[in-house]
Nanobody
């Protein structure tokens, strides 16, 4: 298992940007595929983006393509989510998670989760 701590959330106006960070500790971070998910009030947890262990492969849900960028720095045991052109519908608690699979957009295939960071986008 790996321990994950998210940071970087906050309140931003529509059209603004935020960068989320997820710091990992514990077992070898570079061996895990990392994902970002989000959950809005009253809604199910939703896949946002995933990055392979090497950083060479990424995948995004359609609603964030062209606006969000996932990246990782294995030397710093950290994964990032750069969010640009934010919209009110991006408002949610954002979670990072780790999986041993090569890639996945299914939350139940992730074994380690952070506590989440709130992102609120005002119109």
């Amino acid at each position: 298992q790996v321990q994950l701590v998210e940071s970087g959330g906050g309140l931003v106006q529509a059209g603004g940007s935020l960068r989320l960070s997820c710091a990992a500790s514990g077992r070898t971070f570079s061996g895990y595929t990392m994902g970002w998910f989000r959950q809005a009030p009253g809604k199910e947890r939703e896949f946002v983006a995933v990055i392979s262990w090497s950083g060479g492969s990424t995948y995004y849900t359609d609603s964030v393509k062209g606006r969000f960028t996932i990246s990782r720095d294995n030397a710093k045991n950290t994964v990032y989510l750069q969010m640009n052109s934010l919209k009110p519908e991006d408002t949610a608690v954002y979670y990072c998670a780790a999986t041993s699979l090569p890639s996945s957009s299914w939350y139940y295939e992730y074994h380690s989760w952070g506590q989440g960071t709130q992102v609120t986008v005002s119109s």
